[in-house]
Each structure stands twice: as structure tokens, then as C-alpha cells.
């Protein structure tokens, strides 16, 4: 099974629209976090935004947000003001904490902001 | 901070020839580096983890006698793909385990080296 779900294989948003891109995941560890990842064409991943499982507020990094919401697992990626430079590959991430190494991807989410 | 270097950033070798991609934690000591493999439009693949001072620990189906991997010390990782083939072509990229501001862990990833053996 999928332990890390990304549905969208694709999303357009105007610039300056918000957009949420999806993550579900799918663990049986208590602890755990979750990660957004940011790939743009040159092939850089850039750490956006960390969620915690027991942090009781989404987190938030600037104009990325997380929407998080443990009973339906899910770790929704919010942009808002969406910007031309946001467009990228959008890996969501997670560690379970029983097995602090790895961190275990999914298959991604293209994002395209258009004028 | 938190700052991955990767070199080379691209290479273009021949079949049968060996090459080798540092990664470097330049503004932190990284005693837990990781590489991964991506194929295009594809997401990341774990090859291996690589502890400073030990042997790394590779992911199932990675052939540790291809892709050998040094971790000499707290900033450096070594990749070398050992007479590589034409379906080694690909997109490495490593990453180190650092530290959040918050005290949680994560990984920061370098710039990734395309290679291409022909």
C-alpha cells in the first residue's frame, strides 16, 4: 500500500489564487511528520513547510500553509498569492518515527502558475 | 543555513567507466547523508543511507558493488557508480539530516548531478 498519496498529477492556478494540493498518508505510528518539498526545473528540492503529528496547529511558513487533519490523514499544501516562480514539482513527505532515517516521498504534484 | 553542495552538477561518461558525486554539508555536520535516484518525472527513490564512520545501509534491489558509497567524514558523502551502463543514467540527488528551528529533524537536499553514460 501507498503510504504516501498525491493524487494530482497535475494543477493549474492563476497567479495570485491560492491552490491546495493534496497529500494523504497512510501509517500506524503515533509519531510521525510530514514534509512538503518543493522541485523546480533545475532539480533542487527545497524543504517548504513541517508538520508534526502532535502539533495541534497546522503549520504555517509564509504563504505556505498545512492543512492538516490527523483522522482523515491528510496534509494538504495550501499556497496562497499564488506566484509564476511556484511553479515546480510539490513532493509531500513523511518519517514515521520508529524509523527516524527515511523519509518516504510521493509520486508528486506538478504546479503550473499561469499570468 | 543548512546549506547541500553536490559535485558534479552534470557528467557525461562512457560505458564501462566509474564516476564518483561528492555531497557536502557546508554549514553543518551531517553524520546521516542519503541517496536517492530519480527518473524523470518520477518521484525520488532511496538508495542508500550513509552514516559517517560506517558502512552504508542500502535499500533492497540497490546493488552495493555498483554504487559505492563513502561517508569519511561529518560534511562528506561519496557516490561512485562503478562501470556504469547506459541505464545509470540518471538523476542523483543526496541529502543530509539536519535540524529544524523547532528541534525536529528533516532532510536538506543538494542540487542533484545528471548524469549521462553513453
Known amino acids: 500500500a501507498q503510504k504516501i498519496t498525491q493524487t494530482q498529477p497535475g494543477m493549474f492556478v492563476q497567479e495570485k489564487e491560492a491552490v491546495t494540493l493534496d497529500c494523504t498518508y497512510d501509517?500506524?505510528?503515533?509519531?510521525?511528520?510530514l514534509f512538503w518539498y518543493k522541485q523546480p526545473s533545475s532539480g533542487e528540492m527545497i524543504f517548504l513547510i513541517y508538520?508534526?503529528?502532535?502539533?495541534?496547529q497546522n503549520a504555517t511558513e509564509g504563504r505556505y500553509s498545512l492543512n492538516f487533519q490527523k483522522a482523515r490523514k491528510s496534509a494538504n499544501l495550501v499556497i496562497s498569492a499564488s506566484q509564476l516562480g511556484d511553479s515546480a514539482m510539490y513532493f509531500c513527505?513523511?518519517?514515521?518515527?520508529?524509523?527516524?532515517?527515511?523519509?518516504?516521498f510521493g509520486t508528486g504534484t506538478r504546479l503550473q502558475v499561469f499570468p | 543555513g543548512a546549506v547541500v553542495s553536490q559535485h558534479p552538477s552534470r557528467v557525461i561518461c562512457k560505458s564501462g567507466t566509474s564516476v564518483k558525486i561528492e555531497c557536502r554539508s557546508l554549514?553543518?555536520?551531517?553524520?546521516?547523508m542519503f541517496w536517492y535516484r530519480q527518473f524523470p518525472k518520477q518521484s525520488l527513490m532511496l538508495m542508500a543511507t550513509?552514516?559517517?564512520?560506517?558502512?552504508?545501509?542500502?535499500e533492497q534491489g540497490v546493488e552495493k558493488d555498483k554504487f559505492l558509497i563513502n561517508h569519511a567524514s561529518l560534511t562528506l558523502s561519496t557516490l561512485t557508480v562503478t562501470s556504469a551502463h547506459p541505464e545509470d543514467s540518471s538523476f542523483y540527488i543526496c541529502?543530509?539530516?539536519?535540524?529544524?528551528?523547532?528541534?525536529?529533524?528533516?532532510?536538506?537536499f543538494g542540487p542533484g548531478t545528471r548524469l549521462l553514460v553513453l
Open positions: 541529502s543530509a539530516r539536519g535540524s529544524l528551528p523547532g528541534g525536529e529533524e528533516t532532510q536538506y
Open positions: 501509517t500506524s505510528d503515533q509519531s510521525y511528520g
Open positions: 508538520q508534526g503529528s502532535y502539533d495541534e
Open positions: 513527505a513523511m518519517r514515521e518515527f520508529y524509523n527516524t532515517d527515511k523519509l518516504i
Open positions: 554549514d553543518f555536520q551531517a553524520t546521516t
Open positions: 550513509s552514516n559517517e564512520g560506517s558502512k552504508a545501509t542500502y
